[in-house]
């Protein structure tokens, strides 16, 4: 199987304030490399369990609210990720979290990492299942023709507005020490 390599695009398109669209961006391809599609699957299937295994480290960030984080539609938009927590002598523990969806075709990755908030599954992926929830609402169905790009000003917005409450959370915890 052959996988294309593609740089990220920002913006999908441009609009003018009647929705007319004025520039469309398309799939760049930087390399193409071989895979083995056994392999890939096999692996593929690991990175979706994080989010759909019960035993998954981010399971409990995309299946509740108790944890921070949302009921995220993986039926819709089955997500293959990667918790981790990345350690600094002398600092406390850094929060990463990257994501893919859909896993087999994705459209959107994102990654989140947060210096000294903890562990990745406690606060990056959570706070992750939150912001793709919220793009995913406004995509609606994968088929839709005319779905909106997650990087619409809303969007971001929201993004921009679960970082600072989560650093404000973090903030309060360290002030009851």
Request: hydrophobic share 40%; proline share 4%.
């Amino acid at each position: 199987m052959v996988e294309l390599i593609s740089p990220p695009n920002i913006v999908t398109s441009v609009f003018d304030r009647n929705g007319e669209m004025l520039k469309e961006f398309g799939k760049r391809v930087k390399e193409e490399i071989e895979i083995d599609l056994d392999f890939r699957n096999r692996v593929l299937r690991g990175l979706v369990g994080v989010t759909e295994d019960i035993e998954g480290t981010a399971y409990w960030a995309f299946n509740s609210v108790a944890t921070d984080g949302a009921f995220f539609p993986l039926e819709n938009f089955p997500t293959a990720a990667k918790t981790g927590t990345a350690e600094v002598r002398g600092k406390a523990d850094s929060s990463v979290f990257a994501a893919m969806t859909p896993a087999q075709d994705p459209d959107y990755v994102m990654v989140v990492m947060l210096e000294e908030a903890g562990f990745g599954s406690a606060v990056a992926a959570p706070m992750s299942a939150r912001v793709l929830q919220k793009g995913s609402r406004r995509q609606g169905s994968r088929s839709t023709n005319n779905r909106k790009s997650l990087c619409s000003f809303g969007f971001i917005t929201t993004m921009h507005r679960l970082v600072y409450l989560a650093r404000k959370r973090l903030v309060e915890k360290f002030r009851k020490f």
